[in-house]
């Protein structure tokens, strides 16, 4: 069951509202005209084939793109107050071999120590603290490069959710992620936004997730094609076009 975002208006720092933004990189046109809503609470899905522009778009709404439009995070004639926004990217490569392990990791986004030296105990107490949100305290010695696709998206959105954000972005989540791990990690999704009451907007290729997770999904490619439920979206024909496929099934 999805959950139920904030009704009424949105005049927290959670809400995205994006109005006619259209990117362009030199002489080519990104994305032209979106426009979305993204509410307190919900969870929003990006879709569109490859190359339609939704990495474009989550780097223009982090600010690491040039657009045109209005990206604010409240609602028209309310102020709008920036927002702490958490970011998982496509999941990087890492060496197998690469004695790095995930406490070194933390170590070096998270404090000024040279991870050479170790964490101190205070700093160790709080990478437990953020692999726990993401039920990972056991990976917090194992090295980087051998976890899982799903371990590794585990650490990377446990540093995403330090210092709790208001917005979670995430492209491509369930990226080199096993069916059972997808299951999980969605789970955990939901877990989180209900826990600490912030939106996520994710990107994603895989559809057989969103009909019981996401309440909104957009269909992108350059420009929003439609717009609207999960059951809508994948039974339209906007999406039968873009993928050749109907309801998310080939």
Same mark, same amino acid.
């Given at each position: ?137 056991? /990976? ?17 959105? +446990?540093?995403?959710?330090?210092? $709790? ?22 789970? $955990? /999704? ?23 997770? +996401? ?26 076009? +873009? ?8």
């Amino acid at each position: 069951m999805r959950f139920a975002p904030h009704g009424g208006s949105c005049g927290h720092s959670c809400c995205l509202r994006v109005e006619n933004v259209s990117v362009r990189i030199g002489s080519d046109s990104i994305l032209k005209d979106v426009n979305l809503h993204v509410h307190c609470g919900e969870m929003v899905a990006l879709i569109g084939p490859n190359g339609a522009g939704k990495s474009t778009f989550l780097k223009t709404v982090l600010g690491e793109r040039e657009y045109e439009g209005i990206i604010a995070f409240s609602e028209p004639g309310q102020r709008s107050k920036k927002p702490r926004i958490g970011y998982v990217p496509q999941s990087p490569n890492f060496d197998p071999s690469d004695p790095v392990s995930v406490a070194d990791l933390f170590a070096c986004c998270m404090s000024k120590r040279p991870a050479f030296l170790g964490l101190s105990k205070s700093m160790r107490e709080t990478v437990l603290e953020c692999l726990e949100r993401v039920h990972g305290t056991d /990976l917090i010695d194992k090295r980087v490069g051998t976890l899982s696709g799903g371990e590794l998206q585990r650490v990377l959105l +446990a540093l995403a959710l330090e210092p $709790m954000p208001n917005i979670l972005i995430l492209d491509e989540p369930l990226s080199g992620v096993d069916v059972e791990g997808m299951e999980t990690l969605m789970d $955990m /999704l939901d877990e989180i936004r209900k826990t600490y009451d912030l939106s996520i907007l994710m990107t994603t290729h895989d559809f057989s997730m969103l009909p019981r997770y +996401a309440d909104q999904v957009v269909l992108i490619d350059h420009a929003v094609l439609i717009k609207g439920s999960p059951e809508t979206v994948l039974n339209s024909e906007e999406f039968s076009r +873009a993928f050749h496929m109907k309801g998310g099934r080939a």
